[in-house]
């Protein structure tokens, strides 16, 4: 952990004597916030609630007493522990603040540097120590989410199965069929010419095509879930202009009234299974297209990839809203989402970047808020056989 985010102490008195005697005698073992008035210092729990750790006031102030101000700080910075420096006159008011809760320690003047330093040490310790937790409570709320997804996640592929199998043997019967109807029809058409009929027969065997290859890759996605949400490895190669041409398709509803979409490499294959590539793909161009929302401009969306050496890198860029510098180093994370309720999960771009690092490759993210933003992903090329 960086020592700047670590838990410091406030400390709070309107006597800068005696701000700078305990910033003498404890400036060096902790990291020490300094304030004057309690306004001031609530102004600064405002500002940096979640690195304060111990709040230690004087209780004979203007304005506020240092009891209120606790009570007070209480509020804004509830994990902190809360300490007094009092005079013997002001114990009654201290005791009866200890008993309500609002404060955990109090030291009398003149306080013993030893005892003072015992306390901010045990308080810092147990603020540390709470931190933790609360990130682990963090991680295993993330970890059950995410386990209760992938028991949906291959309830869904088991769900799809049955109606891709059922698609895919209509398919083939379905071309059997028709190449029946297709030979009477055209002997009919010889003697009775109708070029509308002429035309849906030409047609046919295309569309034909698109529905079984629209069911082989129905079939591919709920392999694809399965595998992944069994932990399985499934690496194929797979041919980069193909998937970016599927993906697109898939996209079209999302992209078509917002943008304008164009491709552009030449023939290579990676080492990257084709469901997964269109999976990232798909995710890639949907977020593009979604990013486009209240920019005022007409809407571009490039995919391109290029050759290297050993790599193939791939990129979708866009002229969308853009992300915040703050928030590019949160998108990857799980379950993290810029976008309205209802409209993200935040698992998108956590998916992607797990799917590209399993298979050896890596993803890079560049973004200018109100401008567009671009994901590198660099994947291994594979190798000839």
């Given at each position: 952990m960086n020592p700047s985010d670590l838990p410091a102490v406030l400390y709070v008195d309107d006597d800068a004597l005696n701000l700078r005697v305990f910033e003498a005698n404890f400036g060096s073992k902790f990291r020490?916030?300094?304030?004057?008035?309690?306004?001031?210092?609530?102004?600064?729990?405002?500002?940096?609630?979640?690195?304060?750790?111990?709040?230690?006031?004087?209780?004979?102030?203007?304005?506020?007493?240092?009891?209120?101000?606790?009570?007070?700080?209480?509020?804004?910075?509830?994990?902190?522990?809360?300490?007094?420096?009092?005079?013997?006159?002001?114990?009654?008011?201290?005791?009866?603040?200890?008993?309500?809760?609002?404060?955990?320690?109090?030291?009398?003047?003149?306080?013993?540097?030893?005892?003072?330093?015992?306390?901010?040490?045990?308080?810092?310790?147990?603020?540390?120590?709470?931190?933790?937790?609360?990130?682990?409570?963090?991680?295993?709320?993330?970890?059950?989410?995410?386990?209760?997804?992938?028991?949906?996640?291959?309830?869904?592929?088991?769900?799809?199965?049955?109606?891709?199998?059922?698609?895919?043997?209509?398919?083939?019967?379905?071309?059997?069929?028709?190449?029946?109807?297709?030979q009477y029809a055209s002997k009919h058409l010889a003697t009775d010419a109708s070029p509308e009929v002429a035309s849906v027969l030409e047609d046919l065997p295309s569309l034909l095509q698109d529905l079984a290859t629209g069911a082989d890759h129905l079939r591919g996605v709920a392999l694809g879930l399965r595998a992944q949400a069994r932990g399985e490895d499934m690496e194929v190669s797979a041919d980069v202009a193909e998937v970016v041409s599927f993906a697109v398709k898939l996209a079209r509803a999302e992209v078509r009234d917002r943008a304008r979409i164009t491709t552009m490499g030449e023939p290579v294959k990676v080492s990257f299974g084709p469901v997964k590539l269109t999976q990232v793909l798909l995710n890639l161009i949907v977020n593009a297209a979604q990013a486009m929302e209240?920019?005022?401009?007409?809407?571009?969306?490039?995919?391109?990839?290029?050759?290297?050496?050993?790599?193939?890198?791939?990129?979708?860029?866009?002229?969308?809203?853009?992300?915040?510098?703050?928030?590019?180093?949160?998108?990857?994370?799980?379950?993290?989402?810029?976008?309205?309720?209802?409209?993200?999960?935040?698992?998108?771009?956590?998916?992607?970047?797990?799917?590209?690092?399993?298979?050896?490759?890596?993803v890079r993210l560049s973004s200018k808020q109100g401008e567009g933003t671009e994901v590198e992903l660099t994947l291994q090329r594979a190798q000839l056989p």
């Open positions: 020490i916030f300094r304030c004057s008035t309690p306004a001031e210092a609530l102004t600064l729990l405002e500002q940096k609630r979640s690195e304060i750790g111990v709040i230690l006031s004087d209780q004979r102030m203007p304005q506020m007493t240092g009891v209120e101000l606790l009570e007070r700080a209480r509020t804004l910075a509830p994990d902190a522990k809360r300490m007094l420096v009092t005079a013997y006159s002001d114990m009654q008011a201290v005791i009866d603040a200890v008993n309500r809760g609002q404060v955990s320690r109090y030291f009398v003047k003149p306080w013993d540097r030893a005892e003072v330093l015992a306390a901010l040490e045990d308080g810092l310790k147990i603020a540390r120590l709470e931190l933790r937790i609360r990130e682990v409570e963090g991680r295993m709320m993330k970890a059950e989410r995410l386990a209760t997804l992938g028991q949906v996640t291959a309830g869904i592929a088991h769900e799809l199965m049955g109606p891709v199998g059922y698609l895919s043997q209509n398919v083939a019967s379905l071309r059997r069929d028709l190449e029946c109807v297709v209240g920019t005022g401009r007409p809407g571009r969306i490039e995919v391109r990839w290029t050759s290297r050496e050993q790599n193939v890198v791939l990129t979708v860029a866009d002229n969308g809203c853009g992300i915040s510098q703050e928030l590019q180093e949160k998108v990857f994370q799980p379950l993290f989402t810029t976008k309205p309720v209802g409209i993200g999960t935040g698992l998108g771009l956590s998916i992607c970047k797990e799917l590209v690092t399993q298979a050896g490759g890596g």
